[in-house]
């Protein structure tokens, strides 16, 4: 574990919903741990569902009640990354197919409008996982674009909340199996 960190980008009683992709940890947790600053707070290889969701004191029964039918009304599937992509200064896995998590996306932005993806900042949703934030990111895409493809099963979308210092699971919703 990491002794120093930067200032934490997030905010203490933030939120937010991924699916989990645990069988990409032994492509990307190396490079994660270096360059995703949510690495460093907990977060573990995934695909953002909704971030943010809503403030933590404003989940309570009800909500969890109302993601647990949502999420149960979308069927599990398998999702390959094949091949890296980039945003301005981020290396990203791109998962395919993407339609099945903007569907997710899309469900609860349209049932919770208050919590736009990203607080709104983009016109389009972009499925993608994380693998690193910074300038020179050619190295590290050519060592991981040789270890792909990567096959992972979202089977449950995952309730995130950071507590100040890490991130920590609260809930987790299975999605249908098909």
């Known amino acids: 574990m990491t002794t120093s960190r930067t200032p934490s980008p997030f905010a203490a009683g ?8 645990p069988e990409a940890e032994p492509i990307v947790s190396r490079w994660r741990e270096r360059f995703d600053p949510a690495a460093a707070y907990g977060v573990p290889a995934h695909v953002t569902v909704l971030y943010p969701f809503l403030e933590h004191a404003r989940i309570d029964g009800r909500v969890v009640t109302e993601l647990r039918e949502l999420f149960a009304g979308h069927a599990s599937f398998e999702a390959r990354f094949g091949r890296c992509g980039r945003f301005p200064g981020i290396l990203y896995l791109v998962p395919e197919p993407k339609g099945r998590f903007v569907a997710l996306t899309e469900a609860v932005a349209a049932r919770w409008p208050e919590a736009p993806p990203y607080r709104g900042q983009f016109d389009d949703v972009i499925p993608h996982m ?4 910074g300038e020179d990111l050619d190295a590290i895409e050519v060592e991981i674009a040789a270890r792909l493809p990567v096959v992972a099963y979202a089977r449950s979308v995952s309730l ?19």
Request: hydrophobic fraction near 40%; aromatic fraction near 10%.
């Open 14 to 21: 933030e939120t937010s919903l991924i699916v989990k992709m």
């Open 130 to 133: 994380t693998v690193a934030d």
């Open 160 to 178: 995130e909340v950071f507590d100040g210092d890490r991130w920590h699971q609260e809930a987790v919703f299975p999605l249908r199996e098909p």
